[in-house]
């Protein structure tokens, strides 16, 4: 049955109704109209679109940006928990107080255009990217379940990214660091050459020591989360062996004596996990002061890791398989102006023609 419009009157006037069938078969209609034009104009969409299967059910729509936001973080079981505690940070803090009792039917472009401006003028541009990144994904739930018709969270203007460039310690510089940490010397010293994420450093084994070969295995990964410790995979889910220069080698095996195969290769004292917080409080951050260095994270090491690498020869894919970046396009991103050198090395070996391929050149040209 096609859609059909009446006419029904009210205390306020005289208004249009269209009755049609949802693509169920079940009979409905929508009120409201001011004209017949207006509502025989509605009534022709809803027929096309449900030839072209996008109808949406006005209904469907009255769900809230909040109950859909449950939905999807409830369903976000494939992620790591570190992710899903920034998630739930950016929906706390983001998302939930603008538009938690909206109905998603009623989120516009223009409307969350307004929301982005609105974050931009005090939040850092990354933070935004995340918020719309978040809410992008609600919304593309709403669309897949035939809540509205397409998601208003494509194509908006979006604060620029900033790569704050970053922080190279030379190796005078890192083994100062070191030096100064006192009880994370030998962790600093690890970070620094390796490049070791502190998650996959703080849940290394013994047994992934390969003292013979000089490498590590990095197979597991431990962040603490609200006062917890998670233990997972690696960022990429991959493990990886990563090479140790001799010297340090000889220092992780000695640091070895009297641990069993399942003990924690880098511990406390006490023989529990490293965590990053309580590392920073009770001796890197004064190492950092101490040494008289650049404001700088652990996390900061694995430039400086990468950095030594190349500047001893190491190629772009050499530097991505140790650091365990996903991609050789990311390391590039990151360090493009390292290899700068390679570059001015590789165009000053390219030889210029010989005398006799000039000459010829010449005769040629000169025909």
């Given at each position: 049955?096609?859609?059909?419009?009446?006419?029904?009157?009210?205390?306020?006037?005289?208004?249009?109704?269209?009755?049609?069938?949802?693509?169920?078969?079940?009979?409905?209609?929508?009120?409201?109209?001011?004209?017949?034009?207006?509502?025989?104009?509605?009534?022709?969409?809803?027929?096309?679109?449900?030839?072209?299967?996008?109808?949406?059910?006005?209904?469907?729509?009255?769900?809230?940006?909040?109950?859909?936001?449950?939905?999807?973080?409830?369903?976000?079981?494939?992620?790591?928990?570190?992710?899903?505690?920034?998630?739930?940070?950016?929906?706390?803090?983001?998302?939930?107080?603008?538009?938690?009792?909206?109905?998603?039917?009623?989120?516009?472009?223009?409307?969350?255009?307004?929301?982005?401006?609105?974050?931009?003028?005090?939040?850092a541009p990354?933070?935004?990217?995340?918020?719309?990144?978040?809410?992008?994904?609600?919304?593309?739930?709403?669309?897949?379940?035939?809540?509205?018709?397409?998601?208003?969270?494509?194509?908006?203007?979006?604060?620029?990214?900033?790569?704050?460039?970053?922080?190279?310690?030379?190796?005078?510089?890192?083994?100062?660091?070191a030096e100064?940490?006192?009880?994370?010397?030998?962790?600093?010293?690890?970070?620094?050459?390796?490049?070791?994420?502190?998650?996959?450093?703080?849940?290394?084994?013994?047994?992934?020591?390969?003292?013979?070969?000089?490498?590590?295995?990095?197979?597991?990964?431990?962040?603490?989360?609200?006062?917890?410790?998670?233990?997972?995979?690696?960022?990429?889910?991959?493990?990886?062996?990563?090479?140790?220069p001799a010297?340090?080698?000889?220092?992780?095996?000695?640091?070895?004596?009297?641990?069993?195969?399942?003990?924690?290769?880098?511990?406390?004292?006490?023989?529990?996990?490293?965590?990053?917080?309580?590392?920073?409080?009770?001796?890197?951050?004064?190492?950092?002061?101490?040494?008289?260095?650049?404001?700088?994270?652990?996390?900061?090491?694995?430039?400086?890791?990468?950095?030594?690498?190349?500047?001893?020869?190491?190629?772009?894919?050499?530097?991505?398989?140790?650091?365990?970046?996903?991609?050789?396009?990311?390391?590039?991103?990151?360090?493009?102006?390292?290899?700068?050198?390679?570059?001015?090395?590789?165009?000053?070996?390219?030889?210029?023609?010989?005398?006799?391929?000039?000459?010829?050149?010449?005769?040629?040209?000169?025909?």
């Amino acid at each position: 049955m096609m859609a059909t419009v009446s006419r029904y009157t009210t205390a306020k006037g005289e208004r249009w109704r269209v009755r049609f069938r949802t693509p169920d078969g079940r009979s409905t209609d929508k009120r409201g109209f001011h004209s017949k034009d207006d509502a025989e104009k509605w009534g022709n969409l809803v027929e096309v679109d449900k030839m072209q299967n996008r109808y949406v059910s006005p209904a469907a729509g009255l769900v809230t940006v909040g109950q859909l936001a449950e939905q999807w973080f409830d369903s976000k079981i494939d992620v790591k928990p570190s992710s899903r505690e920034r998630y739930r940070q950016t929906l706390e803090q983001q998302i939930l107080p603008r538009w938690d009792n909206t109905n998603v039917a009623k989120v516009t472009r223009p409307a969350l255009q307004a929301w982005i401006n609105e974050l931009s003028r005090d939040r850092a541009p990354s933070t935004v990217r995340k918020a719309h990144h978040a809410m992008s994904m609600i919304l593309a739930v709403a669309v897949r379940d035939n809540r509205i018709p397409a998601n208003p969270a494509e194509k908006l203007n979006l604060p620029r990214a900033r790569h704050d460039d970053p922080t190279f310690l030379t190796r005078e510089q890192l083994f100062t660091l070191a030096e100064k940490a006192g009880p994370g010397e030998l962790v600093i010293l690890t970070l620094g050459f390796t490049g070791l994420r502190w998650g996959e450093m703080a849940a290394m084994k013994v047994r992934r020591w390969d003292g013979g070969r000089r490498r590590l295995t990095v197979a597991e990964s431990v962040t603490e989360i609200n006062g917890l410790l998670n233990w997972g995979t690696p960022k990429t889910h991959a493990s990886r062996t990563v090479p140790v220069p001799a010297w340090l080698a000889e220092r992780i095996t000695e640091s070895t004596a009297g641990k069993g195969p399942d003990d924690l290769l880098f511990s406390t004292p006490a023989g529990g996990v490293l965590r990053n917080k309580n590392a920073r409080r009770d001796w890197f951050d004064r190492a950092v002061v101490d040494a008289r260095l650049p404001r700088i994270t652990p996390h900061d090491l694995r430039h400086t890791a990468a950095s030594i690498a190349i500047s001893v020869g190491a190629n772009v894919k050499a530097v991505q398989r140790m650091l365990g970046h996903a991609s050789a396009a990311m390391t590039l991103d990151l360090y493009a102006g390292l290899f700068e050198d390679d570059l001015n090395d590789v165009a000053d070996r390219i030889e210029g023609p010989s005398t006799a391929s000039v000459t010829a050149l010449r005769v040629v040209r000169d025909a």
